[in-house]
């Protein structure tokens, strides 16, 4: 069966410093890989999503960046947080011809 | 583009109360339509899915009628429980399979004992 795995669960950085959040999936190939981002009251926004290595699509203008090094490895990163990036990250997985995603159990970001 | 709209909530019920989650959607094409559940500090779970019009999805007791006519996919369930308890998503899909969704705000459920 696919699993995906993200971490950390935790992280409280403060600002200024880098971040590089990690996901990863098993069970699959080639599967469309996405990251979300959930602030207070105000749903999921899709931040990035890629369908092959090397391929990554930004959904919003941002202080983030996604990478896509492996076919089942996501990275979301920044070079300088800012307080405005704080919130619970989410990392999706769907297959190739899937209508619906599955995700990760999240990482809470605090940036002070 | 597209967009989904959730009920206001949050939303407190008595444990065996009957529930009804109102989800309406705005896209082109057919998309398909879910509802997924956060519980406390962790990720989303998909609780039902419809595919295409009049398709009913139904899980956990849970069920939902994806209404193209009204453009609905209002989430219901006879007798709610204390397990209940959480965040719900209502969600679509691109036309087209893939997994790329858009989701409503959420809205947040507690059932008392």
């Known amino acids: 069966s696919q699993t995906i795995h993200q971490w950390p669960a935790t992280l409280v950085q403060p600002v200024g410093s880098p971040l590089s959040l990690e996901c990863t999936v098993e069970g699959t190939s080639n599967p469309n890989l996405y990251w979300y981002r959930q602030a207070a009251g105000r749903g999921l926004q899709l931040l990035f999503y890629?369908?092959?290595?090397?391929?990554i699509s930004s959904e919003v203008p941002q202080n983030l960046s996604a990478s896509r090094p492996q076919d089942r490895q996501f990275i979301l990163s920044s070079k300088k947080l800012l307080l405005s990036d704080s919130g619970f990250y989410l990392c999706a997985w769907g297959g190739p011809q899937a209508y619906e995603a599955f995700f990760g159990q999240g990482t809470r970001l605090t940036v002070v | 583009g597209n967009s989904v709209t959730q009920m206001e909530g949050p939303v407190t019920l008595s444990e065996e109360a009957f529930l009804t989650i109102n989800c309406t959607y705005t896209?082109?094409?057919?998309?398909?339509l879910f509802w997924y559940v956060q519980y406390p500090g962790e990720g989303l779970q998909l609780l039902l899915k419809?595919?295409?019009?009049?398709d009913k999805g139904s899980n956990k007791g849970f069920e939902a009628t994806y209404r193209k006519e009204t453009t609905s996919f209002h989430l219901e369930k006879g007798s709610v429980q204390v397990s209940d308890s959480a965040v719900y998503f209502c969600?679509?899909?691109?036309?087209?399979?893939?997994?790329?969704?858009?989701f409503g705000k959420g809205i947040t459920l507690s059932v008392r004992p």
């Open positions: 896209a082109t094409g057919y998309p398909s």
């Open positions: 890629s369908v092959g290595i090397g391929q």
């Open positions: 969600a679509l899909s691109d036309d087209g399979a893939n997994s790329k969704l858009t």
């Open positions: 419809a595919t295409k019009a009049d």
